[in-house]
């Protein structure tokens, strides 16, 4: 479980999907105003090497949580999710491209998305 308030955000060597703010964050859930534990899915997070925690996939969600945290709405979200270290040999890259896989098995990825995965690594595509 993670605390969103606690993890880092690197947009722009994360997300790898287009259109959103410097958080890497979209207009999609704007008009969330109560966090909903069994909506929010599982992130994946990474570790560098200094012990900074940084949010690869779950910008949304994290975003929403950080903003419903900020404005007084809610005071103890914690969101589930896998945690990959630089400390055991995954690098940055590696587990940009882990997150982007998964959201294009989950759907939300663009067949853009899945050729630059699939360019970078297609070791990680099955199927």
Known sequence: MFN????????????FKEGGD?????????????????????????EDNTGKLYVVDGHQCTGLAKRLIASGKEDNIQLPGLLYREADGVSAET???IAAV??????????LDG???LRSRPDLMDG
């Open 95 to 97: 587990v940009r491209a």
């Open 4 to 15: 969103p308030t606690e993890l880092n955000v690197d947009a722009k060597r994360f997300q």
């Open 115 to 117: 050729a630059k995965v």
């Open 102 to 111: 998964k959201n294009i098995a989950e759907g939300s990825g663009s067949a």
């Open 22 to 46: 410097t958080e890497g964050v979209t207009t999609r859930l704007k008009s969330v105003t109560k966090w909903d534990q069994a909506k929010g899915n599982q992130i994946i997070a990474w």
